[in-house]
T-cell receptor, first 112, second 115 residues
Framework: QKEVEQNSGPLSVPEGAIASLNCTYS??????FFWYRQYSGKSPELIMF????GDKEDGRFTAQLNKASQYVSLLIRDSQPSDSATYLC????????????FGTGTRLTIIP | DARVTQTPRHKVTEMGQEVTMRCQPI?????VFWYRQTMMQGLELLAY????????DSGMPKDRFSAEMPDATLATLKIQPSEPRDSAVYFC?????????????FGPGTRLLVL
């Protein structure tokens, strides 16, 4: 079992709809959770991080964390074609960004 | 606009040759990471440094890979000898010590093909 699991997709969502990306992790000691976006042929860039159970909102993006279920998700509201990318979930055992373990990513396509 | 730079951007080499990749972190960032990305394995941490000291290189094959930070503005990743299975995109990332430390800023990557 991989330490961080994501559905590879592709996930197709109509423009304007909500895209929901999911991630599960195996180590219960994990403390920090990150979502990175990677456009094809480009490098990853951080979208959001979350440490506490519950929701964290930033613009059209909401990260949700449930440590009991070892589950973290990313919701993208009002999806735009520019949101089409691969979304990488990353987990750290520390409160911080050290030694991130990445999932293999979910490819998201927003259909105009 | 501060960015992480990496050289070379592309490298094609033959099996058995030495490969050196270089990274210039963002000025003032004190943590530097080396990652490898393949389709099968995804993004894997190879090694990272803080204030130029190696903190963890457990993700790196020790027999052929080495990582160093000769100074605060340069990190290197060397493969000797290279093998076809080393073909991947190698990313360097840096992070600041204080404000914004949650974010790792990735360079554009070095695309390595070992024939």
């Amino acid at each position: 079992q991989k330490e961080v699991e994501q559905n590879s997709g592709p996930l197709s969502v109509p423009e304007g709809a909500i895209a929901s990306l999911n991630c599960t992790y195996s180590d219960r000691g994990s403390q920090s959770f990150f979502w990175y976006r990677q456009y094809s042929g480009k490098s990853p860039e951080l979208i959001m991080f979350i440490y506490s159970n519950g929701d964290k909102e930033d613009g059209r993006f909401t990260a949700q964390l449930n440590k009991a279920s070892q589950y973290v998700s990313l919701l993208i509201r009002d999806s735009q074609p520019s949101d089409s990318a691969t979304y990488l979930c990353a987990v750290s055992l520390n409160f911080g960004n050290e030694k991130l373990t990445f999932g293999t990513g979910t490819r998201l396509t927003i259909i105009p | 606009d501060a960015r992480v730079t990496q050289t070379p951007r592309h490298k094609v080499t033959e099996m058995g040759q030495e490969v050196t990749m270089r990274c210039q972190p963002i000025l003032g960032h004190n943590t530097v990471f080396w990652y490898r990305q393949t389709m099968m394995q995804g993004l894997e941490l190879l090694a990272y440094f803080r204030n130029r000291a190696p903190l963890d290189d457990s993700g790196m094959p020790k027999d052929r890979f080495s990582a160093e930070m000769p100074d605060a503005t340069l990190a290197t990743l060397k493969i000797q000898p290279s093998e076809p299975r080393d073909s991947a995109v190698y990313f360097c990332a840096s992070a600041p010590q204080n404000e914004g430390w949650e974010t790792q800023y990735f360079g554009p990557g070095t695309r390595l093909l070992v024939l």
